[in-house]
């Protein structure tokens, strides 16, 4: 199969790339992971309550012909020049294209600390997403800590499904959110946004210690200001933030600046006629994400006019997104949570000790499997870049666990 503008992502950079490129009539396939799209923030689910802005999207995708999506499917490797071996639930082939748009998006940045692979700790966005696919949590005590304004959402989404959210701890200083908060005045918007999300168990200056229990999670400690708590509780939601998922990006190529795909004014990558919008170039939120999504699909059909028309509402945007970094930066602190014998690969068992003397993330792959499991270091990966300084490699292909029978398609395929 063979298309002229293919879109890795249907979150709300990949859905506003397709939407703006669909007039110029090129055939477009949009393909996402998840069973419907919307992104991690638009997630489906039982217990999932999609915005009205959501749905018209949605429905905008489903009216315009020239437009495949193609849900439940993943990218397991890059086959050859502009082209890309693809998976769902049944079946695997090969797609074609002539230009591309990444819309990746992100996925949280996990820090290890003791007892945070007991059963019952989660990322912030990860128990947000197991909530709307139906994880019952009605009644339960719940933590959510890290950094961020993730943590405020996934305490709504915890409350709003019936648990009784105890804490929320954000690593930031007081200092630092009176400041983005009054610049937020910008984008009235945020402004009901964050008052609607208000939650007066909020607490600055606060983070992590350790999760405590024997077989699963019974309490957590925190650092919070001076003091130390231990607060008894049933989850802990802990995520320090989104980081740009890139490993695609990084296979096909793409040239990486600060930890994300770097583009050009247009969203324009490295390579000839591939593109990037959203949280893979950097996390700025779903507007900015759009709003970006929307240049690069006018730009790959050639609508220069009505891409560059929407500059300076992406510079807008992009000063929401500079806010965010600026006072949501992680506290140094963070780097000493981890004990001698906390786990900082999970998929491969490997404790902090032993990689503290390593020399980079080459080195600790060689004398201990760091990286090496099933997650191809996309977990350990980034918590080692910011423990250490270390660089993580490309990712090698297969990009995720996939059939035997799908990679045979590579196999034909040179034949």
């Known amino acids: 199969m063979k298309v002229d503008l293919l879109i890795i992502g249907a979150g709300p950079a990949g859905m506003a790339a397709a939407l703006a490129a669909a007039p110029s009539g090129a055939s477009i396939a949009v393909l996402d992971d998840n069973p419907a799209p919307g992104g991690q923030i638009w997630r489906d689910g039982p217990q999932a309550h999609l915005s009205e802005k959501a749905r018209r999207l949605r429905r905008a995708l489903a009216a315009e012909r020239n437009i495949q999506v193609l849900s439940g499917t993943r990218v397991v490797a890059v086959a050859g020049p502009r082209r890309l071996l693809l998976e769902d639930a049944e079946r695997s082939g090969l797609m074609g294209y002539d230009k591309l748009i990444l819309c990746t998006g992100a996925r949280e940045l996990l820090l290890p600390f003791p007892g945070w692979t007991l059963p019952g700790v989660t990322g912030a966005g990860g128990l947000q997403a197991l909530i709307k696919g139906g994880l019952p949590v009605a009644g339960e005590r719940i933590v959510v800590a890290g950094s961020g304004p993730l943590l405020l959402a996934s305490a709504a989404t915890a409350r709003a499904a019936g648990a009784n959210v105890l804490r929320v701890a954000e690593q930031a200083p007081l200092s630092a959110l009176a400041g983005f908060a009054a610049r937020l005045p910008r984008w009235p918007g945020k402004v009901a946004q964050a008052i609607g999300l208000f939650d007066a168990r909020y607490r600055a200056s606060s983070h992590v210690l350790a999760a405590l229990g024997s077989d699963r999670l019974e309490a957590v400690r925190l650092q919070q200001g001076s003091e130390i708590v231990e607060v008894p509780c049933d989850r802990l939601a802990c995520g320090f933030g989104l980081i740009p998922n890139i490993q695609l990006g990084q296979a096909l190529g793409c040239r990486i600046e600060k930890q994300a795909i770097a583009v050009n004014d247009w969203q324009a990558c490295s390579l000839d006629d591939h593109y990037a919008a959203g949280e893979c170039t950097g996390f700025g939120g779903s507007e900015l994400a759009m709003v970006e999504g929307a240049i690069a699909g006018h730009a790959a059909v050639g609508r220069r006019d009505k891409a560059r028309a929407l500059w300076p509402k992406r510079r807008r945007w992009q000063a929401f997104a500079d806010a965010l970094a600026q006072n949501f930066e992680l506290d140094p602190k963070l780097k000493n949570l981890a004990q001698a014998d906390t786990l900082v690969c999970r998929c491969e068992d490997?404790?902090?000790?032993?990689?503290?003397?390593?020399?980079?993330?080459?080195?600790?792959?060689?004398?201990?499997?760091?990286?090496?499991?099933?997650?191809?270091?996309?977990?350990?990966?980034?918590?080692?870049?910011?423990?250490?300084?270390?660089?993580?490699?490309?990712?090698?292909?297969?990009?995720?666990?996939?059939?035997?029978?799908t990679l045979l398609c590579l196999e034909q395929e040179e034949t």
């Open 350 to 405: 490997v404790p902090y000790s032993d990689l503290a003397n390593s020399r980079d993330w080459t080195d600790a792959k060689l004398h201990s499997r760091c990286g090496m499991g099933a997650c191809q270091g996309r977990v350990c990966g980034a918590a080692s870049q910011f423990l250490f300084g270390w660089t993580p490699p490309a990712p090698r292909p297969p990009l995720a666990p996939t059939r035997i029978e």
